[in-house]
T-cell receptor, first 114, second 113 residues
Framework: GEDVEQSLFLSVREGDSSVINCTYTDSSSTYLYWYKQEPGAGLQLLTYIFSNMDMKQDQRLTVLLNKKDKHLSLRIADTQTGDSAIYFC??????????????FGTGTQLKVEL | DGGITQSPKYLFRKEGQNVTLSCEQNLNHDAMYWYRQDPGQGLRLIYYSQIVNDFQKGDIAEGYSVSREKKESFPLTVTSAQKNPTAFYLCASLRTVSGNTIYFGEGSWLTVV
């Protein structure tokens, strides 16, 4: 079965880099995602990576994928107070009934301190 | 504007009542999803639908029902059989062009009183 795990909390100082980690168990993942959730709101897609890629960079965001270790990370450069939120990783796999099934991790609460 | 609309934003239900949460999308996406989020926890998949008139159970389908009569609409009914329905419910749809990307609505808060 599929399982996605993340650490619950991360605290960084403004201007530092943040690295949020995620591990998953299903090796048949096709896409892996990072989402951001602010209090009381839905999820906002930050970035995603296809499973045959090792790295993807998008402005301040860098995604690293180690498929052998089933490890995904999100690095946020020059972290700002507006980056404080919950970050979810997710994997997309083919569901048993067909179609794309997305499984989410428990989320990492990022707190940015001045 | 294109997007996913969930309603109502806040809903209170008495114990023993069924309630239906609405989810509408005008993105022309085939697949739609319902997730439940409990405070301090991740998202758990309730039901998903790849095409009209077809849907599959997710990881926590018990006590819930869905229908998919139109491509744009995927309502979720929280039945009285759901033992602990108080939660934040998120609807989503999936774009499969240029990668599989899921888009979320703003969510619905359901409280049982």
């Amino acid at each position: 079965g599929e399982d996605v795990e993340q650490s619950l909390f991360l605290s960084v100082r403004e201007g530092d880099s943040s690295v949020i980690n995620c591990t998953y168990t299903d090796s048949s993942s096709t896409y892996l995602y990072w989402y951001k959730q602010e209090p009381g709101a839905g999820l906002q897609l930050l970035t995603y990576i296809f499973s045959n890629m090792d790295m993807k960079q998008d402005q301040r965001l860098t995604v690293l994928l180690n498929k052998k270790d089933k490890h995904l990370s999100l690095r946020i450069a020059d972290t700002q107070t507006g980056d404080s939120a919950i970050y979810f990783c997710a994997e997309s796999i083919m569901g048993t009934g067909g179609g794309n099934k997305l499984t989410f991790g428990t989320g990492t609460q990022l707190k940015v301190e001045l | 504007d294109g997007g996913i609309t969930q309603s109502p934003k806040y809903l209170f239900r008495k114990e023993g009542q069924n309630v239906t949460l609405s989810c509408e999308q005008n993105l022309n996406h085939d697949a739609m999803y319902w997730y439940r989020q409990d405070p301090g926890q991740g998202l758990r998949l309730i039901y998903y639908s790849q095409i009209v008139n077809d849907f599959q159970k997710g990881d926590i389908a018990e006590g819930y029902s869905v229908s998919r009569e139109k491509k744009e609409s995927f309502p979720l009914t929280v039945t009285s059989a759901q033992k602990n329905p108080t939660a934040f419910y998120l609807c989503a749809s999936l774009r499969t062009v240029s990668g599989n990307t899921i888009y979320f609505g703003e969510g619905s808060w359901l409280t049982v009183v």
